[in-house]
């Protein structure tokens, strides 16, 4: 620092109104807040509301409650839900748990590959992986009948419980296997150096060192999958048989009977358990304290010969399984007639003869997937940003945060529901003020905007905590720095928040993309007749026993949703390359 | 400020009653300012005025009824423990924190109520904040380029701030394939891009190693001193402060504790607090005995700049190294005994732990060089005569 002369200073003029800069922020800060009000909270208004008319809207209190609980078919429903959620709840979390100790916590070979396979459930929807257990367990299912009759058949009467529960388990066994995988990674070596210098057995540390330091994952993977499990849609109409659950009775009132009242009110009974689970969740995990400080060691495994073998064993199962139902939805898709010609052709793919809408259905699903895919991601990172980075209005920042998370704990099948009475109805009658007033949204009912709408608002909650975990790495001086140089928030947005956040930001995209592709919940009583989606095309072919067709199309969705995934690894690996100079610290 | 030289004492003896010399008249301080070599400021506008800031948390106080000025070209430190309150006061000064009560004034105009992006302020914070996909160039002219200057002179300006800085020709590289040391400068560079009329750095130093440290303070206070820019440093490291501030503001728990130039405040804390942050001091407990006499045990000591009562209990404090260990005059005053507990090599010298002789048995820790500790035969020490000097004590009564 020994140059030979000083610059000369700037003459820099700061008196400009950048004042403007505030008024920016709160404008956007309040049209998120219109957004999540209009998209979250006022839907849930009629809904529940309608649940205390009847079907002529005649206000009859707790009627339709009473009916429901003396109706013995309608309480059996509730108690079949709960015993499915609860029983895939314990399987999903307790083989989730063996598969993520076994890939982080043992020398076990082939973690990697176990890891991929693991999660590969992520990318079948539900639907299809009904559609796939049809044909391995189903009356004409390979396992059935013993691979065709080559060998004993086993019968393990898959309509009903049995199925439901293995489809939902297929279903939450990844998402278990996620959350319990970074909960047992983030541990402390020194820990188990220590219990091990104080000559504590395995089975003594297990219980006081490894399951204290993941109780707040295996809480958390818990609720989620009965969340999951309890409100899912796709795999109790598939193979549900007579079996009932709240979803496929909530279908049955408003399609098959148009009784909407009672379809709300089953709503609220499929609403309140999730929001409980929610609401506990969220309790205990406030409790949560770092476990891991920046002087943690991470774990290196170390061999166990009995162990790994055995954890190998135990994955491979696992693993097999999933795989094998996979393979048994593409096979099946191009089978000519199954199980009597199995001659292999692309027939399946050609959806000429069934119902559904065919490549109409698929590309409709794409661009409605790419649309959500589009603006959620947008809308989510502005408005994490605004919460997370906004100056002022802290109010209405804590009350967004809130509103944000709130999406989580409503089933899709309510949500939809919620959408139909709000954005269906030509008057809005203001509740005990005998007031109404004209619906402006009612324009967007039976369009594609609003099924777009409706997917961000049902998958909002995970985009925002990525985005605000992503926003809360970024030094948090870079606003004040930026404000000393006269530079207004939004540049400093757009040239090194969304740069630095671009990973997170296409995580989201994908996000979005994938889980519009394969939902089915919010958006069956949504879509118009002339907007056709795939996955709402496999609930018909299926429903029309066209279930060959059904795997076809389900097999397209799958191939979709891991194409954009492969697609997204190779743009990242381009990216990462280019911007390697800043990226590489 | 200055002290007579102490004038000649009786011998009188050791723990006999010393006759208290003249003492010197003492130039009164008010708000700390101005010290040494900054008489001509008295003459300016203050830059910078806080006046009456409080700063209010919920229920904790961070800052409480803080007044200051800082002089054009003024290079000020404020300087405390963690939670003094130091950087909430830099922030209000900023503009990205709001005060609950008082005025921010700057360049004689009230920017209390303004955003930080109207104030006139350059910042560099502990984390550099540097915009990591950034090269050093486009974080420097990151803030040119809003005030839509042509390229050209942007493209000039940047270079001659990275002379300036000293980073020729490292204008490609993006932060992290920069050194610590060289990122600061950047931020230096970035923060004074636009000519701002202040300079804010938020423990800028603290994120680098030790030698790095010692040569970039030297070198920012260099650049300070020829900018001639006003500077307002948070620093909880006392060193850092004494080497590169003209004035230090010393905080504790949300109010100033006191403001004077490093040597002022050094050589005359105004309490124990600031005498124990700043350097380290000595503490023997005693009572003030006569006017310029206190008691420490059955040891009387010649303490002339004591404005404290008779019969109140005192601390009395005592720097290590101004103690004198060698060619005291037997008719010395404040010569005492003392017995050695322990000794510690530093290096370039010694620390004693010592005990004073007499019924108080009070420790009291010493510092000497290497050279004189090898006159005395450190290692051999068993006890020696030690010397505190009367114009060395201060003298702060208890609470």
Known sequence: MTPTSSPRPLRIDRTRAIDAEAWIMRFFLTLGALWLLVGVVLPLIPMVGRSFRDNSGAWVGLANYWQYLTTPSLVQSFINSLTVALTTTLLACGLGFIYAYALTRTAMPGKQVFRTLGLLSLYIPPLAVAIGLIFLFGNQGLMTTGLFGSLPGWNINLYGFNGIVIGEFLYCFPQAVIILMTALNLTDARLYEAAEVLGASTVKTFFTVTLPSVKYGLVSAIFVCFILAFTDFGVPKVVGGNFNVLATDIYKQVIGQQNFAMGATISVFLLLPSVLAFGIDRIVQRRQTALVSAKSVPLQPKPNPALDRAMFAFCALVAGFAIAVFATIILASLVRVWPYDLSLSLKNYDFGGVGGGGYRAYWNSIRMSLYTAIFGTVIVFIGAYLVEKGRGLAWLRSAKYVLSTIPLALPGLVLGLSYVFFFNNPIWRIPFTGMAIYNPFKGLYGTMALLVIVNIIHFYTVCFLTATTALKQIDPEFEAVSASMAVPFYKTFWRVTVPLSLPAILEIGIYFFVNAMVTISAIIFLYPANLPLAAVAIVNMDDAGDISAAAAMSTLIVATSLGVRLLYSWLTRGMRARSEAWLSR | MTFSEPSAVPNLGETTPLVPPIAPAREVEVDGHPGPGLGHRTLTEPYLRIENVHKIFGSFVALKDIYLNVYPGEFVCLLGPSGCGKTTLLRIISGLEQQTQGRVIQGGKDVSKLPPSMRDFGIVFQSYALFPNLTATQNIAYGLENQKLPKGQIATRVKELLDLVGLEGMGHKYPSQLSGGQQ?????????????????????????????????????AELQRRLGITTVMVTHDQAEALAMADRIVVMDKGYIAQVGTPSSIYQHPSSPFVANFIGVMNFLDGVVEAADTVRCGNILLHAPSNEVPVGQAVSIAIRPEDMRVADIATDAPNRVEADVVSREFLGAGYRLDLTLSGN????????????????????????????????????FPKE
């Open chain 2, 184 to 220: 600061q400068r950047v931020a230096l560079a970035r923060a004074l891009a636009l000519s701002p009329g202040l300079l804010l750095l938020d423990e800028p130093l603290s994120a680098l190693d030790a030698q790095v440290r010692v040569r970039l303070r030297a070198e920012i």
């Open chain 2, 360 to 395: 108080a048995r009070q420790p009291i820790t010493l510092e000497i060089s290497a050279n004189r500790a090898r006159n005395l035969n450190v290692e051999a020490l068993e006890a020696l005569s030690i010397q505190l000097p009367p114009e060395m004590i201060r003298v």
